[in-house]
C-alpha cells in the first residue's frame, strides 16, 4: 500500500477543525435552575431594602432641612422684630429731646432752640450711622449715575462738565447699597451761541 502524502495534511486540518468547535451548551439541571432563581430573588430583596434604606434617609433628611428652614425663619422674624425694637429705643431719646425742645419754645431764646435741634440732630444722626447708614457725598464731586439722580443740568463755564454743581436732596447707603440716591444738578458746558451778521 503506498504512502499518500495528502492524508496526514488532511488529518491535521480536521483535529483543528473539531478542536474549534464548540461542544454544545449543557443544559442546567432543575436544581441549578433554581439555585440560580433563588439566588436573584436574594439580589432582588437586599436592591429593595438597600431603596427602602436610601428612601428612609431621604424623607428624614427632608423633614431635617423642613425643621432647618422653619427655624430660620422663626430666627429671622425674631431679629427682624428686636431689630426694630432697638432702633426704636434708641430713637425714644430723640423723641424725648423733641418733646423738650417743643415745650421749652417759648421760654428760651431762638439761638437756644436752635443749638438744641442742632444737638438733636447730631444725635439723630449718630444713630443712623451707628446702624451703617451713610450719606453720599455729591457736591463738587463727578455725577455717577449709580449714586446720584440728575433732576437738572446747569449750564456753567467755571466747572468739569459733568459735575455735581447742587444737592437738592442727600443720598444715603446702607451697608454700602444705595437707599436713596442724592437728587442733584449737574453742570454742562454752555451752548456757543451763534453770531448772526445782519
Known amino acids: 500500500m503506498g504512502i499518500n ?8 486540518i480536521k483535529t483543528i477543525k473539531e478542536k474549534k468547535e464548540k461542544p454544545p451548551a449543557k443544559e442546567p ?3 441549578e435552575f433554581m ?9 432582588v430583596t437586599a436592591e429593595r431594602q438597600r431603596a427602602e434604606t436610601y428612601l428612609r434617609e431621604l424623607k ?12 430660620l425663619e422663626k430666627q429671622i422674624e425674631y431679629v427682624r422684630k428686636t431689630g426694630n425694637e432697638r432702633i426704636i429705643l434708641q430713637l425714644f431719646v430723640i423723641l424725648d429731646e423733641f418733646h423738650i425742645a417743643f415745650e421749652s419754645w417759648d421760654k428760651n431764646s431762638k439761638e437756644d432752640v436752635l443749638k438744641g435741634l442742632e444737638i438733636i440732630l447730631m444725635k ?13 457725598e455729591a457736591l463738587q464731586k463727578p455725577f455717577d449715575p449709580s449714586l446720584h439722580q440728575a433732576i437738572m443740568k446747569v449750564e456753567i463755564e467755571e466747572v468739569p ?3 455735581v454743581v447742587e444737592e437738592v436732596k442727600p443720598g444715603y447707603t446702607l451697608g454700602g447699597k444705595v437707599i436713596r440716591p442724592s437728587i442733584v444738578k449737574v453742570s454742562v458746558k454752555p451752548k456757543i451761541k451763534e453770531n448772526t451778521i445782519e
Open 60 to 71: 428624614y433628611a427632608k423633614a431635617d432641612i423642613e425643621n432647618v428652614r422653619k427655624t
Open 161 to 163: 462738565e459733568g459735575t
Open 35 to 43: 439555585e440560580k432563581i433563588e439566588e436573584l430573588q436574594k439580589n
Open 5 to 12: 502524502p495528502a492524508t496526514p495534511e488532511k488529518e491535521r
Open 124 to 136: 439723630f444722626e449718630k444713630i443712623l450711622e451707628a446702624e451703617g447708614l451713610k450719606l453720599i
Open 29 to 31: 439541571t432543575k436544581r
